[in-house]
């Protein structure tokens, strides 16, 4: 199986970074940001709309 690996971007302090979509709970889950400490669902990190697909088809299988 090929490892997918999602951008998340902070929506309050704009740091971005990756992580392997395996490591990530579902998109609607309260995610920190390591960088300020902002806390949102972690859909808002999502930094493309492909990138929060990605993240709803490995959580809905």
Request: hydrophobic share 35%; proline share 5%.
């Amino acid at each position: 199986m090929q490892e997918a690996w999602l951008q998340l971007q902070c929506p309050a302090c704009s740091v971005a970074w990756e992580e392997q979509v395996s490591d990530l709970p579902a998109p609607e889950t309260q995610f920190a940001c390591d960088d300020c400490g902002a806390e949102r669902s972690l859909s808002e990190f999502m930094r493309t709309t492909r990138d929060l697909e990605v993240l709803q088809e490995f959580t809905d299988s």
